[in-house]
């Protein structure tokens, strides 16, 4: 698998949260801020900070 140097595939950003791929999808969705990935066929690539960033909004708005 070719990495995207500073992206995280959205299995890893699952895991990482302890959610399921399917709200990571949902959520992409929804939020402008996940909105911002890179999409390369099936795989979807997101920036570190970004899901970073989305993390502490989420833990703010009481979601994660």
Known sequence: ???V???LTKQEVAARYGVDDKTI???RKTEPL???CI???K???FPEEVVERY???AQK???I
């Open 1 to 3: 698998m070719n990495r």
């Open 5 to 7: 140097p500073g992206h």
């Open 25 to 27: 999808d949902r959520r």
């Open 34 to 36: 996940l909105a911002n």
């Open 39 to 41: 999409k390369a066929g």
């Open 43 to 45: 795989r979807v690539w």
């Open 55 to 57: 993390f502490q909004y």
């Open 61 to 63: 708005r009481g979601w």
